[in-house]
């Protein structure tokens, strides 16, 4: 049986629809799902102090969300190191407190990013030895730049 070039195209584009329509269906669920509006800290520091800095396992918490990649047990002089964490359901913020210790006292560094506000909270509180200064930018997903240095 031969069909008309015009059927032809017509049956083509309408194969060409049904194959849209549900490779979308199949992508809804996914959107559904996805975390609408979450937040997240991505925490990078830097030690450029002479000492290294031993995490202190009993002070860390993370009072709202999860680990993205948790804080590592030391850092070392000059070295680098980076964690984070995000919310963990919709419409929820992160918070954290990471405490390293030298032989100078601890090192302090605490976020808060909240779901229902821009007031992001982020610090980071040295021994008088030490300095740390915090850099950061961001709306859902906040980058956070601490650097540790000799006074």
């Known amino acids: 049986m031969t069909m008309s070039p015009f059927r032809s195209r017509l049956i083509r584009g309408a194969g060409a629809a049904a194959f849209v329509a549900v490779g979308t269906i199949g992508a809804l669920p996914g959107i559904a799902h996805a975390d609408q509006g979450g937040r997240k800290v991505l925490a990078y520091v830097t030690n450029e102090s002479p000492v290294q800095l031993k995490l202190v396992g009993s002070q860390l918490e993370l009072d709202e969300g999860e680990w ?3 804080p590592p047990a030391k850092i070392k002089k000059n070295g680098k ?8 359901g919709h419409q929820s913020g992160t918070e954290a407190t990471v405490v390293y210790r030298t032989k100078y006292g ?5 976020w808060n990013h909240p779901w229902d506000t821009d007031d992001d909270e982020i610090t980071c509180e040295a021994p008088d030895e030490l300095t ?9 997903t906040v980058k956070a730049y601490f650097t540790v240095a000799k006074e």
């Open 132 to 140: 740390c200064d915090v850099h950061y930018s961001g709306t859902a």
């Open 81 to 88: 190191a980076s964690f984070g964490s995000r919310s963990d």
């Open 106 to 110: 601890d090192v302090e560094i605490y």
């Open 68 to 70: 993205t990649k948790r």
